[in-house]
Every structure is written in C-alpha cells, then in structure tokens.
C-alpha cells in the first residue's frame, strides 16, 4: 500500500495487493490496489446509496459494488 492512503471506510489494510490478473473466482478475500476509472451511483428506497466502480492496476480490471449507509454518505464525493 502506498504511505499517501487514505482510509475512507473500515480500518487500514497491511496485507499486500495482490495483481488483479492473478485473482481467480474462487478467490474469498483478496486485497488488490488500482485506479477508478468509472464510477455510478443509485439512491435506493431503502435509503442507502448503490456505487458501482469500476478500477484497473493495468494488470486487468474489476468491478465492484459498495451499499453505502445515509450515514456514511459524505465519503461518496472523496470516491473517483
């Protein structure tokens, strides 16, 4: 992990990353650090924002979807 990170969500990562053209699906946890290259967002009837990105480490690139809280809501613009 790079020493400028920031911790939007949850505690700080000290696992390494692992490439994304090494992951296979049966991977159940796996740390991987890229770049956001698209991003959407959806507000749902339950309140919570739906944000889909999608990220590369230019090895290969992944989706992936984050339920975020109304709480929480104010770590959407730090994301992209």
Same mark, same amino acid.
């Given at each position: 992990? %790079?020493?400028?990170? !920031? !911790? #939007?969500?949850?505690?700080? *990562? =000290?696992?390494?990353? @692992?490439?994304?053209?090494?992951? $296979?699906?049966?991977? /159940?946890?796996?740390?991987?650090?890229?770049?956001?290259?698209?991003? &959407?967002? /959806?507000? #749902? /009837?339950?309140? /919570? @924002? +739906? !944000? @889909?990105?999608?990220? @590369?480490?230019?090895?290969?690139? #992944?989706?992936? =979807? +984050?339920?975020?809280? &109304? %709480?929480? %809501?104010?770590? #959407?613009? $730090? *994301?992209?």
């Amino acid at each position: 992990p %790079k020493n400028d990170t !920031v !911790v #939007l969500m949850g505690s700080a *990562i =000290k696992q390494a990353p @692992t490439n994304m053209d090494q992951i $296979s699906d049966e991977e /159940r946890s796996v740390v991987v650090e890229g770049d956001i290259f698209s991003v &959407e967002s /959806r507000d #749902l /009837r339950s309140g /919570r @924002t +739906l !944000v @889909t990105f999608d990220f @590369t480490d230019g090895t290969d690139s #992944l989706t992936a =979807k +984050l339920f975020v809280e &109304e %709480k929480e %809501k104010e770590i #959407l613009g $730090s *994301i992209g």
